[in-house]
C-alpha cells in the first residue's frame, strides 16, 4: 500500500471514533482539532516506512523539501559570505535571525536529519520487520507523548495517541497483505496477518475505499448534520 493509502486508512479509521461519539451525543470537534488530528495521524501513518530506503518518508518527502528550498538556501549563502568579507558580523547575525531564514535552514536540516535517520534504520532493521509490529506501536505512541509534552508547548500530549493510532493503522493494514507483518515482534520475527488474509486482488484497495468512505461519513457528521 502507498503511503497516500496509509494516510486515508489511518484517518478514515480514527474518524470512526468521531462518528461513534456524533451518535452517542458527544459534543463537536472544532475545525482545528480535526485538522490538528489529521496531521498527526498521517505523521504516524507515514513514519512506519522509514525502514525502507525508498519510501516516501525517507527519501520522497525529504528530497521534495530539498529541491524546493536549496534556491533559498543558496540564496541564504550567498548573503551570508557577502557580510563576512565586509566582516559584518553584527549585521550577518541579524540576517540569521530573520524569521524566513531560521524557518529555511531549520526545514532543510530536518529533512537531511530524516535522511540520515532513514539511512541508518533502513541499514539495520529490514523493511517490515520489528517497526511492523504490536510493541513498536506502543513504543512510538509512548514516546510521541513524551515528545509533544516536552518539546511543543500548548500541543497536548493526548495528541501521541494519534500518532500511535497512524503507526499502528499503517502495521494493521500492511497485515491484511499477502506478505503479513511481524506483528508479536520480539516474541516472533514470523510474519502473520492479524487478520484474516481476504486473499483476493484487490484487498488493499478495498480496503482504501471503506476508509474514504468513514472519512466521508465524519465530515457528513461533523459538518453537514444538524
Known amino acids: 500500500m502507498r503511503y497516500s493509502g496509509h494516510i486515508v486508512v489511518g484517518i478514515g479509521t480514527a474518524g470512526l471514533a468521531v462518528v461513534g461519539g456524533q451518535v452517542l451525543g458527544f459534543a463537536k470537534p472544532g475545525m482545528t482539532t480535526l485538522l490538528t488530528g489529521a496531521a498527526v495521524i498521517a505523521v504516524g501513518a507515514v513514519a512506519v516506512d522509514i525502514d525502507h530506503p525508498r519510501s516516501f518518508i525517507s527519501s520522497g518527502l525529504p528530497r521534495d523539501i530539498l529541491d524546493r528550498l536549496l534556491p533559498v538556501v543558496v540564496i541564504v549563502v550567498m548573503f551570508a559570505a557577502i557580510f563576512l568579507a565586509g566582516r559584518d558580523i553584527k549585521g550577518l547575525m541579524g540576517f540569521l535571525q ?111 475505499i471503506l476508509s474514504t468512505l468513514a472519512l466521508f461519513a465524519t465530515v457528513w457528521f461533523v459538518f453537514i448534520k444538524k
Do not use: C, N, Q
Not at 110 to 116: E, P, R
Not at 139 to 168: C, D, E, K, Q, R
Not at 181 to 201: A, D, E, K, N
Open 98 to 208: 530573520a524569521s524566513w531564514v531560521k524557518l529555511t535552514l531549520t526545514v532543510v536540516g530536518l529533512a537531511l536529519a530524516l535522511m540520515l535517520a532513514a539511512w541508518v534504520i533502513s541499514g539495520t532493521l529490514r523493511h517490515r520487520g520489528p517497526l511492523h509490529s504490536l510493541a513498536f506501536s506502543i513504543g512510538t505512541t509512548i514516546v510521541a507523548m513524551g515528545v509533544l509534552l516536552y518539546l511543543v508547548p500548548g500541543l497536548s500530549w493526548w495528541w501521541g495517541f494519534g500518532f500511535g493510532w497512524g503507526w499502528l493503522s499503517h502495521v494493521v493494514a500492511d497485515g491484511l497483505t499477502k506478505l503479513g507483518v511481524p506483528f508479536w515482534w520480539p516474541l516472533s520475527s514470523r510474519r502473520i496477518h492479524v487478520l484474516p488474509y481476504p486473499g483476493f486482488r484487490w484487498a488493499e484497495r478495498a480496503v482504501g
